[in-house]
């Protein structure tokens, strides 16, 4: 899995290669369980439908140093990472992220390069600086390795309204159930619940951002091109004026990312409705909260639903072993609870993919998880392998 870590020039031809692979099959529809797979929310309205498609093409464009690209970037399209079985979904890719953490107080280090720390320059940066990759800012203390996650239904996820979530907030743990998740509060007092450290609040945003941060490609709501440890990028490495995508290309992009459709859910069998209840009872849903639900939203289709992402979106102490940086509120040792959804497309798992199987993963449970993981290591292997097989088919 980390046999891939950004390995220079071909990764751009894999990308390539990658779209061509992304249409579907028969035989992945099959494996991944529906026809909606990759495609949109159903009951979209004409104008919506219309965004996504073009979104969808956003979504796969593969910049070049000429349209934009750099001069720092981790890879050259979103779909390049998010591209298995279909584009919205998983990636073998591994970024490396790094943050300060001192006296308490967290920086994410974005006035000296970070958070996300690109491990491409394009050729007109390498001249000039004769840098590969952005070096870690002196400053962090800490780096981190994060796998690309899928993010289909993710939209559903943006829909959540901020009480539902802060409602199974706990900081205290005042239940005294030994979990006390807490929200990821942004500088502006929203909700964060995007990325793993819950550390932005909208969807938007994040594709907004995820633009520079992983591409360089700077846009009317994410406008500033990321630099090597602060300082002004040497002249005549970023030719294309800035914003090098339009609000138009922006707003298709948020649309295509909005309305990706959920994994279909698996069919109910008497077997995973049994696993399902296990894994209430030993605790599991205590984080990973079966479904939420949608407020009203002015998109019809995201309104009012049910969100099977066996997540509560909050942040949880999971202990020392997994441990690596702070992020806006989230302390080291902190993570949002990983949505479930989606977890048949996984091969590696926990942020960094270090788990290579499901057991592996619950296993490393620690902290206010460590309860629920000892009942879990407690129960007959047979029905440790139905939860497993429950949740494989998420
Ligand atoms: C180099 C690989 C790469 C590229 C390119 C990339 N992503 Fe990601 N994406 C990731 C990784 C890694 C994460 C996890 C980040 C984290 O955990 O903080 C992520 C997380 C996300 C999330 C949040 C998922 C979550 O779990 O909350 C969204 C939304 C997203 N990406 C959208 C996009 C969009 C839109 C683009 C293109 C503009 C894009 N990504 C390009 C690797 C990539
Ligand atoms: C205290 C909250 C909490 C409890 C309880 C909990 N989890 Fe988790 N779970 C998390 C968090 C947080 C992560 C992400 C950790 C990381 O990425 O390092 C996670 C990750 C996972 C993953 C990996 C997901 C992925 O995409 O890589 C699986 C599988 C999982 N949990 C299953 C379980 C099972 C089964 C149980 C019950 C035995 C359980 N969890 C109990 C919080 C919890």
Redesign the pocket.
Same mark, same amino acid.
């Given at each position: 899995m980390s046999g891939r870590i950004f390995l220079p020039i071909a990764v751009i031809t894999l990308g390539l290669a990658a779209c061509e692979r992304q249409l579907p099959t028969g035989g992945l529809l099959a494996k991944a369980g529906g026809s909606s797979l990759g495609r949109s929310l159903t009951g979209l309205k004409t104008d919506e439908r219309q965004l996504f498609d073009r979104g969808s093409a956003v979504f796969a464009t593969v910049f070049t140093p000429e349209t934009g690209l750099g001069p720092l970037f981790n890879a050259a399209s979103c779909a390049e990472c998010h591209e298995d079985p279909v584009a919205g979904a998983v990636g073998d890719e591994v970024e490396v992220h790094a943050t300060s953490f001192q006296g308490a107080v967290c920086s994410d280090l974005s006035a000296v390069g970070g958070p996300v720390i690109q491990q491409f320059v394009t050729p007109a940066l390498h001249n000039a600086l004769g840098i590969d990759k952005e070096p870690v800012p002196a400053l962090a203390t800490a780096t981190a390795m994060r796998?690309t996650?899928s993010i289909l239904g993710f939209g559903l996820l943006d829909a959540v309204p901020e009480a539902e979530i802060l409602a199974r907030a706990d900081p205290n743990d005042v239940n005294g159930d030994?979990?006390s998740?807490r929200p990821n509060m942004t500088a502006d007092g929203h909700v964060g619940r995007f990325g $793993?450290k819950a550390q932005v609040a909208t969807l938007r945003e994040f594709t907004a951002a995820a633009f520079v941060m992983e591409m360089g490609i700077t846009n009317p709501e994410s406008a500033v091109e990321q630099t090597v440890g602060g300082n002004p990028l040497p002249a005549g490495v970023d030719p294309t004026p800035e914003p090098e995508l339009s609000q138009a290309d922006l707003d298709a992009a948020d649309a295509f990312v909005r309305f990706l459709a959920p994994p279909a859910p698996p069919g109910i069998t008497v077997e995973r409705a049994a696993s399902r209840q296990l894994?209430t009872q030993?605790? +599991?849903?205590? +984080?990973?909260v079966p479904a939420l639900t949608t407020g009203p939203n002015p998109v019809k289709v995201l309104s009012n639903q049910s969100v099977p992402a066996f997540t509560?979106l909050l !942040?949880? /102490?999971?202990g020392p072993t997994?441990a690596d940086i702070c992020l806006g509120q989230a302390l080291p040792a =902190?993570? $949002?609870?990983?949505?479930?959804m989606? !977890?048949r497309f996984?091969s590696?798992? !926990?942020? /960094?993919?270090r788990?290579t199987t499901?057991e592996q993963?619950?296993d490393?449970?620690g902290? =206010?998880?460590q309860?629920? $993981?000892d $009942?879990?290591a407690g129960l007959p292997a047979g029905e440790r392998a139905a939860?497993?097989r429950f949740?494989r088919g998420l």
């Open positions: 796998t996650p030994g979990i998740g $793993r894994f030993i605790g +599991c849903a205590g +984080c990973h509560d !942040l949880h /102490d999971m997994l =902190e993570f $949002r609870t990983e949505p479930l989606g !977890l996984k590696a798992f !926990l942020h /960094d993919g788990a499901v993963a619950i490393f449970h902290g =206010e998880a309860a629920s $993981r $009942r879990f939860i497993v949740l």
